[in-house]
């Protein structure tokens, strides 16, 4: 698995943006608790939206480069 996530559209971004906002370091857990419903639902594609905005979440909380940096 690659540790850059997948960002379909910019709404990805702004969706992290606003649970760091509202849930501050519980952002992560909060982004996993709407994929696992999504997931129980059946609903595959919103289930993988929320797990790589989760993703996104782990990602903008490091202080440091991630991946290639030219």
Do not use: K
């Not at 370091?25 to 709407?34: P, S, T, V, Y």
């Amino acid at each position: 698995m690659s540790p850059i996530p997948y960002l379909a559209d910019r709404a990805h971004v702004t969706d992290a943006a606003d649970l760091i906002r509202s849930f501050g370091d519980d952002a992560g857990l909060e982004a996993a608790a709407r994929a696992d419903r999504f997931r129980d639902l059946g609903n595959h594609i919103n289930f993988c939206r929320w797990r790589q905005i989760e993703r996104l979440i782990v990602l903008m909380s490091v202080n440091r480069a991630v991946g290639t940096v030219h």
